[in-house]
């Protein structure tokens, strides 16, 4: 029997009013996601591949909330979400959160640690304060970051110290999904290690779900069970990491490993 999926995608897809060349003329539509459907069972984590301007992080911020569909739906445990009912889009919010791509970027630079970790605490929950202290420490501890850390400012850490703040920020209302949009591209390469085994760790010690965004392969086949491979706003490839990866039938999967590094391409091919 087929597992339910947690997460479900059908047929969404995003457009965007264009830029006319003359006054005249009537503005170009452009589709950043086109038709795609993808579905994530409890637990698993799948990885979203392709090139920047596939359209892989339109598709994270839709299935987020944070971008309106243009058209389709998006399900969580078979509810419809992000369609007008408030109630639903508050309970879905707690569920769902997202990790960005640039670790300082996305935390509030004027806030310290403990606010900027309780802030969905505060938004979503009506936790009172000495409960979310608590809830905040335990969450520091849960990602790896000291006690002493908690006045302190974002601008005052480095870049794998902002990201493990960025997860447990999405982690405070016990989310159960996360959206992974280029987690560690901006980190340097000793760090994107710790931050992966963090997020291998996490999802099993919580029995999390990852949409997990990326345009490098080595890091989805370190950290992804499936793999959806996008191309100009299109999935042209889906199936188990290993599969796709190490015998890939669409010409763009291909290109994708062609463009690894040596090492990395043999890592791949070996399992390693």
């Known amino acids: 029997m087929t597992e339910a999926p947690l997460i479900e995608a059908k047929a969404v897809t995003k457009r965007f009013p264009g830029r006319r060349a003359f ?5 170009p539509v452009l589709e950043a996601v086109k038709n795609v459907s993808v579905s994530v069972p409890r637990g698993v984590s799948l990885g979203i591949v392709g090139e920047s301007g596939c359209g892989k992080s339109t598709l994270a911020r839709m ?3 944070l971008t309106r569909a243009s058209a389709g739906t998006i399900d969580i ?10 109630a639903v889009n508050r309970q879905a919010r707690q569920r769902i959160q997202m990790v960005f791509q640039d ?8 806030k310290t640690v403990r606010q900027l970790i309780e802030a969905p605490l505060i938004g ?3 936790m009172a304060a000495a409960e979310r202290r608590v809830r905040v420490e335990a ?9 002493e850390f908690i006045h302190r400012h974002a601008h005052e850490f480095s870049g794998g110290q902002c990201q493990r703040i960025g997860i447990a920020r999405a982690l405070a209302t016990e989310a159960d999904i996360l959206i992974l949009d280029e987690p560690v591209s901006a980190l340097d390469v000793s760090i994107q290690a710790q931050i992966l085994k963090l997020l291998a760790d996490l999802r099993q010690r919580l ?4 949409l997990f965004i990326s345009h490098d392969l080595s890091v989805v086949n370190h950290i992804c069970d499936q793999v959806a491979v996008m191309y ?19 010409d763009y999967t291909r290109r994708l490993l062609a463009a690894v590094p040596g090492d990395r391409l043999e890592a791949l091919r070996t399992g390693s």
């Open 63 to 65: 299935l987020v909330g």
């Open 77 to 86: 445990d078979g509810q419809r979400v992000w369609a007008g009912d408030r």
């Open 232 to 250: 100009f706003g299109e999935v042209v490839e889906t199936g188990p990491t290993d599969s796709v990866l190490r015998n890939p039938a669409h």
């Open 139 to 147: 969450l520091m501890d849960l990602v790896g970051l000291r006690p």
């Open 124 to 126: 979503l929950t009506g």
């Open 23 to 27: 006054p005249w003329q009537k503005a």
């Open 103 to 110: 670790p300082l970027g996305s935390l509030n630079p004027r």
């Open 207 to 210: 029995g999390l779900t990852y």
